[in-house]
Nanobody
Framework: QVQLVESGGGLVQPGGSLRLSCAAS????????RAWYRQAPEKERELVAY???????YYADSVKGRFTISRDNAQNTVYLQMNSLKPEDTAVYYC????????WGQGTQVTVSS
């Protein structure tokens, strides 16, 4: 079973930056998509970005130009670099991988506030 461990969340002022990390372990050779989702209070979980096994990436319109998803295959880690953060980016961010089955990390809180 794939296990995911996220890190890098925290409190940041508007305009600031954070980098989230998601380290994967287990049978990840069949993973085709690695993604980040987020869920704000009283809202549904939404897709933020994903990267395909071939390297193609996707971003939600709300984060395009501010967030960057990347990966380190040697470390089995995916990153989400978040710049120019806004209060509306406040949410719990979840790492997700897909290999027929969807796996989720435990979530990491990101709070953007002055």
């Amino acid at each position: 079973q794939v296990q995911l461990v996220e890190s890098g969340g925290g409190l940041v002022q508007p305009g600031g930056s954070l980098r989230l990390s998601c380290a994967a372990s287990g049978p990840i050779s069949g993973v085709t998509v690695r993604a980040w989702y987020r869920q704000a209070p009283e809202k549904e979980r939404e897709l933020v970005a994903y990267i395909l096994v071939g390297g193609s990436v996707y971003y939600a319109d709300s984060v395009k130009g501010r967030f960057t998803i990347s990966r380190d295959n040697a470390q089995n880690t995916v990153y989400l670099q978040m710049n120019s953060l806004k209060p509306e980016d406040t949410a719990v961010y979840y790492c997700n991988v897909r290999s027929g089955t969807w796996y989720w990390g435990q979530g990491t809180q990101v709070t953007v506030s002055s």
